[in-house]
Structure formats: C-alpha cells, structure tokens
T-cell receptor, first 116, second 114 residues
Framework: GAGVSQSPSNKVTEKGKDVELRCDPISGHTALYWYRQRLGQGLEFLIYFQGNSAPDKSGLPSDRFSAERTGESVSTLTIQRTQQEDSAVYLC??????????????FGSGTRLTVV | SQQGEEDPQALSIQEGENATMNCSYKTSINNLQWYRQNSGRGLVHLIL?????REKHSGRLRVTLDTSKKSSSLLITASRAADTASYFCATVYNSGGSNYKLTFGKGTLLTVNP
C-alpha cells in the first residue's frame, strides 16, 4: 500500500484480557519497528525486525509482550493479560533501511490502547 | 543508551520567528533524522543527515550535525502557526552485524503563536 497501516485505530480492553495489534508495512520495506508512546512522552523502542534476521526484542517490557512478522510482510504485536500501565499509543514504522545506507522511516497512525 | 536528548523540552515563539531545537546523543551514529508529530499519533519524517555531512537544507528546515560534539540542531525559519508540533531527533547506529537500529529522543514541543 501507499503507507503503513495499523489496526485497530483505537482499542479499549478490560484489564487481564489479551489484545493483538496489527501493522501492514509498505511493500518492500525490510525494516519494521514497534514503539510505545505514553501520553506526553517520547517513543519507547519495543522490537525491531530486519528481513529474515532474528528480531531485536530487547525493548519488550515483559514476557506479556510478543511480536511476530512473517517475512517482510504483516506484523502483529500481542499483549497478554493487559494491565492499566499498558495504556498508550503503539506505533509501527517501516523502512527500506538495511545496511545503514540512510533511509527515513514511515510511521503508521498508531493504535491507541486503553486498558480499563 | 544511545537515545538522543532534545533541548529544550518546550519552546514557544511568535509566528515569523525562527525556532532552534538541539539534540545530543551518546555513541557513533550512521545517520541522524528529525521527525515531526502532530496530535500524538504518527510521526512524519522531515530530514536525514548522514554522519559524513555537516549541514543539510530542506525548504525552511536547516539541520546541522557535529559528530565531534555528538550533537545536531534543527532550525525552522520563518515559523508558522502550522509548525506547532512535537519534534523528535532519532539516531541510526550499528547495533551489531548488519543491523542498524533507530532510537528516539524525548522530543521538543514547539508552539508557534499567531
């Protein structure tokens, strides 16, 4: 597609429930990131996929968080047993960046997650 | 952490004035990028400067990079009310092997008053 698509746009869930967030990157973009942004804060790195390499999961805050990506296509971020502190906007970005040549990243509009 | 730090955290100016935001980082980088965010949702890529470049222009934007001081600045000239947004710097660095990682600072909130 023309841009990075994230769904759902908004999600309200009850504490303790699992949620799945989806990201459709731009076709051909090998690099894909997930970030979390709490209200009024900066972007917190969660996970990074680069082609078929093993993902960099160093930013995932707990084992309740996991993410998958099939090849260079769709990625899903799953949060199990959601807690109120998980409430945030979850942003996905993709890029042609592969070898440090220097490409910008295209962001989706994010999923606003509210845990009640 | 490689995360950049923007300065100031918030900046308020009058329309027509110039706005300057600074970013500092900790380790060697491949390139540095600036992004803009309106209303807390998706970020928009503004400009990228490579580690072997010192200055770059794009329209009313001017970015400088000083790798010896590990710092960058973003200048917006002749600001407009529509420039009101949060601005983030992001650094790309080699995180091992052929992987290049993108990390963000906390951002500067720019308010341009009409």
């Amino acid at each position: 597609g023309a841009g990075v698509s994230q769904s759902p746009s908004n999600k309200v869930t009850e504490k303790g429930k699992d949620v799945e967030l989806r990201c459709d990157p731009i076709s051909g973009h090998t690099a894909l990131y997930w970030y979390r942004q709490r209200l009024g804060q900066g972007l917190e790195f969660l996970i990074y996929f680069q082609g078929n390499s093993a993902p960099d999961k160093s930013g995932l805050p707990s084992d309740r968080f996991s993410a998958e990506r099939t090849g260079e296509s769709v990625s899903t971020l799953t949060i199990q047993r959601t807690q109120q502190e998980d409430s945030a906007v979850y942003l996905c970005a993709s890029s042609l960046e592969r070898t440090g040549r220097g490409y910008g990243y295209t962001f989706g509009s994010g999923t606003r997650l509210t845990v009640v | 952490s490689q995360q950049g730090e923007e300065d100031p955290q918030a900046l308020s100016i009058q329309e027509g004035e110039n706005a300057t935001m600074n970013c500092s980082y900790k380790t060697s980088i491949n390139n540095l990028q600036w992004y803009r965010q309106n209303s807390g949702r998706g970020l928009v890529h503004l400009i990228l400067i490579r580690s072997n470049e010192r200055e770059k222009h794009s329209g009313r934007l001017r970015v400088t990079l000083d790798t010896s001081k590990k710092s960058s600045s973003l200048l917006i000239t002749a600001s407009r009310a529509a420039d009101t947004a949060s601005y983030f710097c992001a650094t790309v660095y080699n995180s091992g092997g052929s992987n290049y990682k993108l990390t963000f600072g906390k951002g500067t909130l720019l308010t341009v008053n009409p």
